[in-house]
């Protein structure tokens, strides 16, 4: 497989080879790739998030940010609402 790169592209290939990170340009583009497809599927898991959040709250059943409380259940990442 051949990959064309702008003239930035290529210098920053060679930044990061020079940096000592990296042994190859191929690393160099893997590690971009792996960021690529995390990043990705950080966007699916929002977009996921965001269109159930929206729906439950034309439904009436999330409410905004200034009705949510913090409960003890919560101290390990879990959030409840508070429908008041």
């Keep these: 497989m051949n990959i064309n790169l702008t003239p930035e592209q290529e210098e920053l290939v060679q930044t990061k080879l020079r940096s000592g990170g990296y042994s190859s340009a191929s690393e160099v583009v893997q590690e971009a790739l792996r960021l690529l497809e995390a990043r990705d599927k950080t966007h699916r898991l929002l977009r996921k998030k965001l269109t159930r959040d929206s729906s439950r709250l034309a ?17 390990s990442g879990n959030w409840s609402v508070n429908t008041r």
Excluded: D, H, Y
């Design 59 to 75: 439904e009436g059943t999330l409410s905004t940010a200034k009705s949510f409380s913090k409960s003890s259940s919560e101290r």
